[in-house]
Antibody
Framework: QVQLVQSGAEVKKPGASVKVPCKAS????????IHWVRQAPGQGLEWMGI????????SYAQKFQGRVTMTGDTSTSTVYMELSSLRSEDTAVYYC??????????????WGQGTLVTVSS | DIVVTQSPDSLAVSLGERATINCKSS????????????LAWYQQKPGQPPKLLIY???TRESGVPDRFSGSGSGTDFTLTISSLQAEDVAVYYC?????????FGPGTKVDIK
């Protein structure tokens, strides 16, 4: 069965970076784009960007340009989202989600369980 | 960026009654070359990730009960729950995936009256 497994909660200090893994299984890793979406406590969903695990091409929301890097490792079927220069407003649950098969312009049919990143001094 | 809005912010419906949620995009998400609307609906329950309900504005995801339906085209869309069940209490989000960033609406909270 399709699974996206994310790591446990992280606590980071302002100015630090966090790298969140998302390990995929149960399907052909390179056949589906992976999206990253975050959700601040009690707030809505915010799309951060997308990566094509086949080749590694990415597209990031302008808001995160320069601070976010998404990478993929086909040998372990894992994608990573690294966010730098963390500030308190980055405290959120970070989700990876699989795009429906096809091109990048698709909805997400499977989601990871989320990783809570807390930024606090 | 395409701005996505939803109405109402919240609604309370009696069990077995119809719930209707509206979603509006600031520009058309209909791609003329394939006649598809790049609009999805998700359900999110507390402590859980979102769950895909509807994509291409009206295609129900596998396993989603047929009481959920999506309609609309261009800039105006609707999610309908034809007969609300207790397990449908959740926040519902629409999302456009016509152009990046793939923006979400602010969500609509559905409760039992």
């Amino acid at each position: 069965q399709v699974q996206l497994v994310q790591s446990g909660a992280e606590v980071k200090k302002p100015g630090a970076s966090v790298k969140v893994p998302c390990k995929a299984s149960g399907y052909t890793f390179t056949s589906h784009f992976i999206h990253w979406v975050r959700q601040a406590p009690g707030q809505g969903l915010e799309w951060m960007g997308i990566i094509n695990p086949s080749g590694g091409s990415t597209s990031y929301a302008q808001k995160f340009q320069g601070r976010v890097t998404m990478t993929g490792d086909t040998s372990t079927s894992t994608v990573y989202m690294e966010l730098s220069s963390l500030r308190s407003e980055d405290t959120a649950v970070y989700y990876c989600a699989r795009g429906i098969i096809g091109d990048a312009y698709n909805s997400c049919d499977y989601w990871g369980q989320g990783t809570l990143v807390t930024v606090s001094s | 960026d395409i701005v996505v809005t939803q109405s109402p912010d919240s609604l309370a419906v009696s069990l077995g009654e119809r719930a209707t949620i509206n979603c509006k995009s600031s520009q058309s998400v209909l791609y003329n070359s394939n006649n598809k609307n790049y609009l999805a609906w998700y359900q999110q329950k507390p402590g859980q990730p979102p769950k895909l309900l509807i994509y291409w504005a009206s295609t129900r995801e596998s396993g989603v009960p047929d009481r959920f339906s999506g309609s609309g085209s261009g800039t105006d869309f609707t999610l309908t729950i034809s007969s609300l069940q207790a397990e449908d209490v959740a926040v519902y989000y629409c999302q456009q995936y016509y152009s990046t960033p793939f923006t979400f609406g602010p969500g609509t909270k559905v409760d039992i009256k």
